[in-house]
Antibody, heavy 125, light 108 residues
Framework: EVQLVESGGGLVKPGGSLRLSCAAS????????MNWVRQAPGKGLECVSS????????YYADSVKGRFTISRDNDKNSLYLQMNSLRAEDTAIYYC??????????????????WGRGTLVTVSS | EIVMTQSPATLSVSPGERATLSCRASQIVNTNLAWYQQKPGRAPRLLIY???SRATGVPARFSGSGSGTEFTLTISSLQSEDFAVYYC??????????FGQGTKVEIK
């Protein structure tokens, strides 16, 4: 089955660290750009980090820049998010999401076509 | 950064009725817009990309329209399983990929 499965969430104190993982299965992981998207309790969606298929291009939202590090291991079909110096406002469900693309009339259209079920990160003393 | 604004925040609709959701971009995004559906406790699900193309398996009662800065998601006849939160997302100017704040479609 084509799927993404996140792990590594949990309860951590402010200033602490966590490493999230996302395991991909049944598709060619190395061909896809990937993202981490978070959703704070009762709030909307925020793309916090993106990485290109080979890891050569990386993006971070200003809210996590300097504290979070995205990486991937294409041999292990896995995506990671190292989160340091965690703050209460980082409390959220963290989803990994695959970037799909369709070409129509010579134009590329991009979207997040596959999502994991998410892993909950709670930052609290 | 392009800001996406959705309206209304909450839409109360009776089953079988039409629902119309709006999304506005702070800058032109052409047709580089997607819509997602999220049910409680679940991950978002892609509904529409390219402003008007349905994703695989999405029922025909879902349709998207618009270009530039104004977009609409229409659900022609609401079914019980359609009550959820809907998000628009632009990808004309990324990073970052930016989402609207969501519209909750609830049972009237």
């Amino acid at each position: 089955e084509v799927q993404l499965v996140e792990s590594g969430g949990g309860l951590v104190k402010p200033g602490g660290s966590l490493r999230l993982s996302c395991a991909a299965s049944a598709f060619t992981f190395s061909s896809y750009n990937m993202n981490w998207v978070r959703q704070a309790p009762g709030k909307g969606l925020e793309c916090v980090s993106s990485i290109s298929s080979r890891g050569t291009y990386i993006y971070y939202a200003d809210s996590v820049k300097g504290r979070f590090t995205i990486s991937r291991d294409n041999d292990k079909n896995s995506l990671y998010l190292q989160m340091n110096s965690l703050r209460a406002e980082d409390t959220a469900i963290y989803y990994c999401a695959r970037v799909g693309m369709t070409t129509m009339t010579l134009t590329d259209y991009w979207y997040f076509d596959l999502w994991g079920r998410g892993t909950l990160v709670t930052v609290s003393s | 950064e392009i800001v996406m604004t959705q309206s209304p925040a909450t839409l109360s609709v009776s089953p079988g009725e039409r629902a119309t959701l709006s999304c506005r971009a702070s800058q032109i995004v052409n047709t580089n817009l997607a819509w997602y559906q999220q049910k409680p406790g679940r991950a978002p699900r892609l509904l529409i990309y390219g402003a008007s193309s349905r994703a695989t398996g999405v029922p025909a009662r879902f349709s998207g329209s618009g270009s530039g800065t104004e977009f609409t998601l229409t659900i022609s006849s609401l079914q019980s399983e359609d009550f959820a939160v809907y998000y628009c997302q632009q990808y004309n100017d990324w990073p970052p990929w930016t989402f609207g704040q969501g519209t909750k479609v609830e049972i009237k």
